[in-house]
T-cell receptor, first 115, second 114 residues
Framework: EAQVTQNPRYLITVTGKKLTVTCSQNMNHEYMSWYRQDPGLGLRQIYYSMNVEVTDKGDVPEGYKVSRKEKRNFPLILESPSPNQTSLYFC??????????????FGDGTRLSIL | AQKITQTQPGMFVQEKEAVTLDCTYDTSDPSYGLFWYKQPSSGEMIFLIYQGSYDQQNATEGRYSLNFQKARKSANLVISASQLGDSAMYFCAMREVNTDKLIFGTGTRLQVFP
């Protein structure tokens, strides 16, 4: 089954404790992206990747890191999480870059709570 | 700057009736894609329908149709014959051609009642 898989689905942790949210897709998509969703703000892009070893900042990259060493994986790293990073996070992927007609396929989301 | 505006925070509709969810957009790019996603209470984002800026006809997918008015920069989602399972948050989004980024509106919460 074609899908984007995020782990964990839920995480409660404390300020300053490094964490990684994994994202994997099995559709051979070039493009992958991370978004965060906050009430009243919709979804905002954190980082994106057009291809392996190519990553770039989105609208809200502060406090996050990513890497794209393999085509299928795009982990999101919070080196020193803070309470303002409490949010619902989505990983997404799509078939081609620079093609506006390709829908992005989303993972089921990761709900992070930073205490 | 590109922007998506959804002015209806919440909508109610009776089962089996049609409902229109509004979306306006702003962009200077001649080529763009408009998408609608559904987010049920379980949280996942489900792709519903796509409309391209050069498409001559309005997109349709089953009970979903998109009322695309390019001159007015609007891309309203029409759900026909609403079902209880349609109760969810609905997001309008536009894809940037250069970065592939999806720009989302703030969403409309639809409640379908019996």
């Amino acid at each position: 089954e074609a899908q984007v898989t995020q782990n964990p689905r839920y995480l409660i942790t404390v300020t300053g404790k490094k964490l990684t949210v994994t994202c994997s897709q099995n559709m051979n998509h070039e493009y992958m992206s991370w978004y965060r969703q906050d009430p009243g703000l919709g979804l905002r892009q954190i980082y994106y990747s057009m291809n392996v070893e190519v990553t770039d900042k989105g609208d809200v990259p502060e406090g996050y890191k990513v890497s794209r060493k393999e085509k299928r994986n795009f982990p999101l790293i919070l080196e020193s999480p803070s309470p303002n990073q409490t949010s619902l996070y989505f990983c997404a992927s799509s078939k081609r870059r620079n093609r506006v007609d390709q829908p992005q396929h989303f993972g089921d989301g990761t709900r992070l709570s930073i205490l | 700057a590109q922007k998506i505006t959804q002015t209806q925070p919440g909508m109610f509709v009776q089962e089996k009736e049609a409902v229109t969810l509004d979306c306006t957009y702003d962009t200077s790019d001649p080529s763009y894609g408009l998408f609608w996603y559904k987010q049920p209470s379980s949280g996942e984002m489900i792709f519903l329908i796509y409309q391209g800026s050069y498409d001559q006809q309005n997109a349709t997918e089953g009970r979903y149709s998109l009322n695309f008015q390019k001159a007015r920069k609007s891309a309203n989602l029409v759900i026909s014959a609403s079902q209880l399972g349609d109760s969810a948050m609905y997001f309008c989004a536009m894809r940037e051609v250069n970065t592939d980024k999806l720009i989302f509106g703030t969403g409309t919460r639809l409640q379908v009642f019996p």
